[in-house]
């Protein structure tokens, strides 16, 4: 009977550990949006997630703030085909996250077919009543 009940209590602290709070689910709903807007090309839906002081670095060491970035991807410049987003992790800092994750992906950047495989960090600050994307740094997966 023990047992059984310091198992159940294991259990429900291990479950309460990994819960996300509700600013870390609003950011992963974020980079969600992100991701789907990203594949879309929908320049309005990036406009409204991206911060105006966006810092957006590739994994070739280029660097494009909001409006090269909207530019971008709207034209077709960089085009993400599919997006795969795995090992993510948040973590908060007041109205700040820091959100890594692995980055798989199918693009056709200028005219040619390619894949990523990328390591990614995001930041995300909470502007008004929602999350936009600060800073971002890709490095290409060793």
């Known amino acids: 009977m023990k047992k059984t009940i310091l198992c159940l209590l294991f259990a429900g602290l291990a479950a309460a550990g990994f819960a996300q709070s509700k600013a870390e689910q609003q950011v992963a709903d974020a980079v969600s949006a ?7 090309a929908d320049k309005t839906a990036l406009d409204g997630l991206l911060a105006a002081e966006l810092s957006y670095g590739h994994s070739s060491g280029k660097i ?8 971008s991807i709207s034209t077709g410049q960089s085009d993400f085909i599919t997006m795969d987003l795995t090992e993510q992790t948040i973590k908060m800092a007041g109205k700040t996250a820091i959100v890594r994750h692995k980055l798989a ?4 950047d200028g005219g040619k077919p390619g894949n990523v495989k990328l390591l990614v960090l995001q930041i ?9 994307l600060l800073a971002r740094q890709a490095v290409r997966q060793p």
């Not at 992100?34 to 879309?40: C, E, G, H, S, T």
């Open 34 to 40: 992100w991701r789907k807007a990203m594949i879309d």
């Open 124 to 132: 995300w600050q909470k502007q008004g009543a929602g999350w936009k």
């Open 105 to 108: 992906g199918d693009i056709q």
């Open 64 to 71: 494009e703030d909001k409006a090269m970035l909207l530019t």
